[in-house]
């Protein structure tokens, strides 16, 4: 069999076979770690043979123009297909562990038609079957996320309302550009839409905003940055990391597929008083980012702070793809796969956490350092990468990223992605210190390490966290081909030094690493050197002696992260209680589901049934009049 069909069709037989062996949990998560990594071995095979192609024609035409579906190797899909891949066989394993009989919420099936849509996505050649994968992804991303709890399918339904809505944007979209093009095929469509610049540029805009629409709500990217606090708070935890590392990058991949060639090669006028849609492009990642850095400063529960820290990171990468140069887009690409390696570390050991004590909230624990060590360091070296800084993975991203903003003299916005690089260390460290330093509380004496199927996979992300920060070439020679594909001048990457955009700026990665370690070295020293602790009792150091009992105070509000950022809330609270996006959504929902609910009454009634009939032979008329 072709070994890209057999690529999408092993998913399927996956779903059919789990569905039948449901009741056997251990059975069904054990195949989602041999399909998950078959996929992977084989993507990993795949890579360099960009003819594999499957296509099959269909009987029928659509705007006069025969219909052919097709699925094929490139490599900007393979590149995303391959990462997301990889961290899917790593969550995998984790489910392995995490889906006990306690815990197991029979979704296998739904898992790998996910996983099937997941790579139809990135290798579809033609605008239906990305269509049609891109409504198997929201539909069964929308059944992991409600997974039979109240709260949780509240959460599932507001993100099934906006994933409608890019939806119904995707399919305009497609259909106009269809009717205009006579075909399906995703790069006539972008070499139509050039053309299209130059002749009625108003049109190709409103046709671009229709696909950016559908992007950037998959991606959280501003103003559709709330659903992802709302969809990670109540998915599953183990299914939360897919939807961080994987699924944000849906929106991402699309902008890179179609938008980023258009607004390359497209003669587009300003708007205004922006200076075209690529810097319009900058801004809404910039206020992305500095939006999502500000409200997770703000939350207590872990996988609300972190959801806004991944809205935050795709905030970065916008920026990057923004600049439209050789360093923003390898930055912003590269940047999309390091955020899926520490924002998996990251919400698995708080998966970790949340499995051995059953709390989100952060200032309901503590002390698991004693407890979780392994846990407590894969979270530690996971938000030093997420925070940029060296010699972990997140740097060399965020470093291409800002050569390219400085180079295009975008100092705003520069600066805007420094504040939320900045706000980024004051969440991380909170729920560093609240979770894992100070007081363990006396219900967990007793908690134990993660699973070693659980501690399995983030051992394995500690070490790519460190891999790819110190030999950043892992990931840019495969790039390096993506961005050739898309039309960029490369030269060969190297293993350890990063290329700059502005003169004489280079970094090489080895000697940052020496300078960690032989700082390591040192603090080590000291530390061995200096006296021992001297442990004081809690009244004698942090309440200067008096019983907090005594002031009415009860254990979770003496946690010292209770309220830890409470003057900035005084702060920013007045502005965001002004302008809330997620309150005007909020409200406009409410208004269709009453609007829906008043057209379904007429329906059901008699006379409402009768008038509703001849509005449709009214329209029925009309339309075949005009057509």
Not at 146 to 164: C, D, M, N, T, V
Not at 404 to 414: D, E, G, H, N, Q
């Amino acid at each position: 069999m072709d070994k890209m069909l057999m690529l999408l069709v092993v998913p399927l037989l996956a779903a059919l076979l789990s569905t039948l062996l449901n009741k056997y949990h251990k059975v069904v998560w054990t195949l989602f770690v041999v399909v998950s990594g078959y996929i992977s071995y084989t993507l990993f095979t795949m890579f360099g043979n960009w003819d594999l192609v499957w296509s099959t024609k269909l009987n029928f035409e659509l705007f006069n123009s025969n219909i052919t579906l097709a699925f094929a190797n490139n490599p900007l899909g393979w590149f995303f297909a391959f990462f997301a891949s990889a961290i899917t066989l790593l969550i995998s394993l984790f489910s392995l562990a995490y889906n006990d009989e306690k815990h197991n919420s029979k979704i296998t099936p739904i898992w790998f038609m996910l996983i099937f849509a997941n790579l139809g996505i990135f290798f579809a050649k033609d605008w239906l079957l990305f269509f049609m994968m891109w409504e198997v992804m929201g539909w069964t991303s929308y059944f992991i996320v409600a997974h039979g709890k109240k709260i949780s399918a509240k959460a599932a339904r507001f993100y099934l309302s906006l994933s409608l809505v890019g939806t119904s944007s995707l399919l305009l979209g497609i259909m106009l550009i269809a009717q205009k093009t006579k075909t399906f095929d995703i790069q006539t469509s972008i070499k139509a839409m050039i053309d299209l610049f130059s002749t009625n540029h108003s049109m190709a805009l409103f046709y671009l905003g229709l696909f950016g629409i559908t992007f950037f709500i998959k991606s959280a990217v501003f103003p559709f940055y709330m659903w992802p606090s709302k969809a990670y708070a109540e998915a599953p935890d183990d299914f939360t990391p897919f939807l961080s590392a994987v699924m944000s990058k849906y929106g991402v991949y699309g902008i890179a597929l179609f938008i980023l060639p258009i607004l390359q090669k497209a003669n587009i006028p300003a708007l205004g008083r922006i200076n075209g849609p690529a810097y319009l492009l900058a801004w809404m990642g910039a206020i992305t980012a500095v939006l999502a850095t500000i409200l997770a400063i703000f939350q207590t529960d872990m996988k609300k702070l972190f959801a806004y820290s991944s809205v935050s990171n795709i905030g970065y990468i916008v920026m990057g793809l923004s600049t439209m140069s050789i360093a923003g887009v390898q930055g912003a690409l590269f940047h999309s796969v390091n955020h899926m390696v520490f924002k998996t570390a990251i919400f698995l050991s708080l998966a970790a956490v949340i499995y051995r004590t059953g709390e989100r909230d952060m200032h309901k624990v503590g002390g698991l350092v004693y407890r979780m060590p392994l846990t407590f360091m894969t979270y530690l070296l996971a938000i030093i990468a997420a925070a940029g800084i060296p010699p972990l993975n997140g740097f060399p991203s965020k470093w291409l990223i800002v050569q390219a903003l400085i180079s295009k003299r975008m100092l705003f916005v520069v600066i805007a992605m420094i504040f939320a690089s900045t706000g980024a260390f004051m969440y991380l460290f909170r729920c560093l210190a609240s979770v894992f330093l100070g007081q363990l509380p006396d219900h967990l004496k007793d908690v134990k390490e993660a699973p070693v199927f659980m501690a399995i996979p983030m051992v394995i992300l500690m070490i790519l966290m460190l891999a790819i920060g110190v030999i950043p070439g892992i990931v840019l020679k495969p790039l390096n081909t993506v961005l050739a594909a898309l039309g960029y001048k490369v030269s060969v990457a190297s293993w350890t030094t990063l290329h700059s955009s502005l003169s004489n700026s280079d970094v090489n990665i080895t000697v940052l690493f020496g300078i960690f370690v032989a700082g390591f070295v040192v603090s080590a020293i000291l530390y061995i050197i200096s006296g021992k602790q001297t442990k004081v009792a809690q009244e004698d150091n942090y309440t200067a002696g008096e019983e907090p009992l005594d002031w009415g105070t009860t254990p979770d509000r003496f946690n010292f992260s209770y309220g830890f950022y409470q003057p900035f809330k005084e702060i920013f609270n007045p502005l965001l209680d002004k302008i809330s996006f997620d309150r005007w959504m909020s409200a406009f929902g409410r208004n269709v589901e009453r609007v829906s609910c008043a057209l379904s009454s007429l329906y059901t009634k008699g006379e409402g049934a009768v008038l509703m009939f001849c509005i449709g032979v009214v329209l029925f008329i009309v339309g075949g009049w005009l057509v």
